[in-house]
């Protein structure tokens, strides 16, 4: 099978299931949080604070939903 036609095979609707159900809320909140921060550490040129602004969103955006769609698969 072509790879194209396995891609195809993919709904939008398949993502995220139905079952998922978490609120994107608290994951934008995150994002934003640590944008905020990190530009705070940007301003105050602290690289803990960057550091911690950039993990705060890449956890919001990735570690969490992912974390949170396996642990309810």
């Known amino acids: 099978m072509a790879p194209w036609c396995w891609l195809a095979s993919f709904s939008p609707d398949d993502f995220p299931h139905p079952d998922f159900g978490a609120s994107p809320t608290p994951f934008v909140l995150l994002l934003v949080g640590g944008m905020a921060v990190a530009i705070v550490g940007h301003i105050y040129r602290s690289k ?18 992912v974390f949170i769609f396996i642990g309810r698969s």
């Open 48 to 65: 803990t604070l960057i550091a911690l602004g950039i993990g705060a969103a890449f956890l919001g955006t990735f570690l969490l939903p």
